[in-house]
């Protein structure tokens, strides 16, 4: 059984379109993409993509934390409105990083993008969350596998512009093929982010932003950027 590269759909033989989203489809784009996982590259391209914009990354970053931080004091409602916040604003490093690959000019408003996805993002964070705990809960190791296996999963939504259950599920099928050489690249991530807090937490402004920059450089390095950042708000390449 074949996937689509686009949706991710099943489908059950190599259609010229796909049955679901209805986009062209060929057999060697069914292919999972083939790729080596490569810790040391993708680190060094997030610092290379942050070296270009370390002001817009920063000032973002700061954003991103004073608003987590208002939200830490109403602990329910708080907790709540950050979980809906989290992924449409991590998204906005996603997409800077995404436009500085296609030697475009960032501007600050690029960095709230993700809002424009906001329902599928939510609904991402909401049911991977819930998987993940239960992985957690039925002895560990799957809340492990899944919280690795999802890392592309917000980018496919906001590139490919698929909803929330195919981009997780192409998210894990393509790591789970090389999965532990991107568990190695999720536990640099977060030695580099422990660091970053070690220093008073003002490290985080750097490394977090740096940390975003390295998966959206591996995303591009596994699945290509396939949208035009050419504005503000992605287009779908035809």
Same mark, same amino acid.
């Given at each position: 059984?074949?996937?689509?590269?686009?949706?991710?759909?099943?489908?059950?033989?190599?259609?010229?379109?796909?049955?679901?989203?209805?986009?062209?489809?060929?057999?060697?784009?069914?292919?999972?993409?083939?790729?080596?996982?490569?810790?040391?590259?993708?680190?060094?391209?997030?610092?290379?993509?942050?070296?270009?914009?370390?002001?817009?990354?920063?000032?973002?970053?700061?954003?991103?934390?004073?608003?987590?931080?208002?939200?830490?004091?109403?602990?329910?409602?708080?907790?709540?409105?950050?979980?809906?916040?989290?992924?449409?604003?991590?998204?906005?490093?996603?997409?800077?990083?995404?436009?500085?690959?296609?030697?475009?000019?960032?501007?600050?408003?690029?960095? =709230?993008?993700? %809002?424009? /996805? $906001? *329902?599928?993002?939510? @609904?991402?964070?909401?049911?991977? &969350?819930? !998987?993940?705990?239960? #992985?957690?809960?039925?002895?560990?190791?799957?809340?492990?596998?899944?919280?690795?296996?999802?890392?592309?999963?917000?980018?496919?939504?906001?590139?490919?512009?698929?909803?929330?259950?195919?981009?997780?599920?192409?998210?894990?099928?393509?790591?789970?093929?090389?999965? =532990?050489?991107? %568990?190695? /690249? $999720? *536990?640099?991530?977060? @030695?580099?982010?422990?660091?970053? &807090?070690? !220093?008073?937490?003002? #490290?985080?402004?750097?490394?977090?932003?740096?940390?975003?920059?390295?998966?959206?450089?591996?995303?591009?390095?596994?699945?290509?950027?396939?949208?035009?950042?050419?504005?503000?708000?992605?287009?779908?390449?035809?």
């Amino acid at each position: 059984m074949a996937h689509c590269p686009h949706c991710g759909d099943e489908v059950a033989r190599n259609p010229e379109i796909c049955p679901s989203c209805g986009k062209k489809w060929s057999a060697p784009e069914a292919a999972m993409p083939r790729f080596l996982v490569q810790p040391g590259k993708y680190l060094q391209g997030g610092w290379e993509l942050f070296k270009q914009n370390p002001g817009g990354f920063i000032g973002f970053a700061l954003v991103f934390f004073i608003i987590q931080g208002i939200l830490s004091y109403f602990p329910r409602i708080g907790g709540l409105i950050s979980l809906a916040l989290t992924a449409p604003l991590g998204a906005g490093f996603y997409v800077v990083s995404a436009k500085l690959m296609q030697r475009r000019t960032p501007e600050f408003q690029d960095f =709230f993008t993700g %809002f424009q /996805f $906001f *329902l599928p993002l939510l @609904l991402l964070s909401v049911v991977s &969350a819930i !998987l993940i705990i239960l #992985g957690f809960i039925l002895l560990v190791l799957p809340g492990i596998f899944l919280m690795v296996c999802y890392l592309f999963a917000s980018m496919l939504v906001i590139d490919r512009r698929l909803d929330f259950w195919p981009a997780m599920e192409l998210s894990r099928r393509t790591v789970q093929t090389q999965w =532990f050489g991107f %568990f190695i /690249f $999720f *536990l640099l991530i977060i @030695l580099i982010n422990l660091g970053g &807090a070690a !220093l008073l937490g003002i #490290g985080l402004l750097i490394s977090f932003p740096v940390s975003a920059c390295a998966v959206a450089a591996a995303y591009a390095d596994v699945f290509g950027l396939q949208s035009d950042y050419s504005g503000s708000v992605p287009t779908l390449k035809t």
